[in-house]
Nanobody, 123 residues
């Protein structure tokens, strides 16, 4: 599976973005997908994840309530909609896919990674 993250950009605080993670491969619908982010000078951290069917989702506390992860398996794409963006959301956002049923926050449980998309939130 190859992943391509897109949708990042420069946005003012309070604004919104929708990130996309497009996947190649006919079996994408069987993969769980997670989003992680890495701020400058910091370790990469979990943001959100969704199971293979889209029926269960998981968010880190800092984005809960202002972010929505979803997927369209017909389009081989997972989305992360982020609202009320804050300067502390500034980071490179990566999507990752897990070939197991796992869709939690542990990076090493994900098998495939995209290249990342930059999100910059200005104050």
């Amino acid at each position: 599976v190859q992943l391509q993250a897109s949708g990042g950009g420069l946005v003012q605080a309070g604004g919104s973005l929708r990130l996309s993670c497009a996947a190649s491969g006919r079996t994408f619908s069987s993969y769980a997908v997670g989003w992680f982010r890495q701020a400058p000078g910091k370790e990469r951290r979990f943001v959100s994840s969704i199971n293979w069917s889209g029926t269960d989702t998981y968010y880190t506390d800092s984005v809960k309530g202002r972010s929505t992860i979803s997927r369209d398996n017909a389009k081989n794409t997972v989305y992360l909609r982020m609202n009320s963006l804050k300067p502390e959301d500034t980071a490179i956002y990566y999507c990752a896919a897990s070939s197991s049923l796992y869709y939690g926050s542990i990076e090493s449980r994900y098998d495939y990674w995209g290249q990342g998309t930059q999100v910059t939130v200005s104050s």
